[in-house]
């Protein structure tokens, strides 16, 4: 595979008006890439968390009438979906790439989870890289930063996950799309996957949390 990274263009597919001119732009700029990104992670993550791990580039099918504000490749280990399963993303917003490990509302295993981070909130305090990030909501764009967060703030969003129904709890790093765009194809490739190795611990606990 020859992935060649993110162009303006691709970013910019995201101030298009209307939904069909969006989706056209997205589908035509924007999917092959995440289909690429798709096929060259999923043997990689299947290898590391011991799952076989299936690609998921969004379609954005339910739309009518809003365009989507940004799209994505999730990766989880079942063919026909990931939304309810702890899963990774690589994805756009016209502002920047994010790549995460997320478990979002849709999750079962939510209230468990949140158990377990918080039995475990010192190993993550100390093996998250401090400049990674957190979200509390996949929909917006806004971020927390680990180093930022006392342990009683992180403690909190365990808590809510826990608590919360529409709670969600996602982990890794956004890259502004000048420096996405600045990075090329390999080096792209090479932050992602160190990111991913990174995130894994997040990943194998979410997995004690279905068991």
Known sequence: MTFTGFTNE?????TIDGLENRMDALIT??????????????????SLTGDEMFAHVAKHARRTINPPKDTWVAF??????YKMLPHFQIGL??????????VI?????????????????????????????????????????????NDQELESMFTRLQT??????LCGITISRDKAVEMG???LLQTIDGTFRKLLPLYQLAQKSSK
């Open 76 to 81: 989880a280990n079942n063919k026909r979906g």
């Open 10 to 14: 691709d970013f910019d597919v995201f």
């Open 185 to 187: 194809g390999e080096e």
């Open 93 to 102: 917003w016209n502002t920047h790439l994010f790549v995460w490990f997320a």
């Open 29 to 46: 700029h924007v999917r092959p890439k995440l289909e690429d990104l798709g096929n060259y992670f999923a043997p990689t993550l299947s």
């Open 105 to 149: 509302y849709e999750a079962p295993i939510k209230a468990e989870f949140g158990n377990i981070l918080l039995e475990h909130s010192k190993q993550i305090r100390e093996s998250v890289p401090n400049h990674f990030l957190w979200s509390i909501d996949h929909t917006k764009p806004d971020t927390s930063i680990h180093h930022e967060l």
């Open 164 to 169: 919360v129904k529409k709670a969600e709890i």
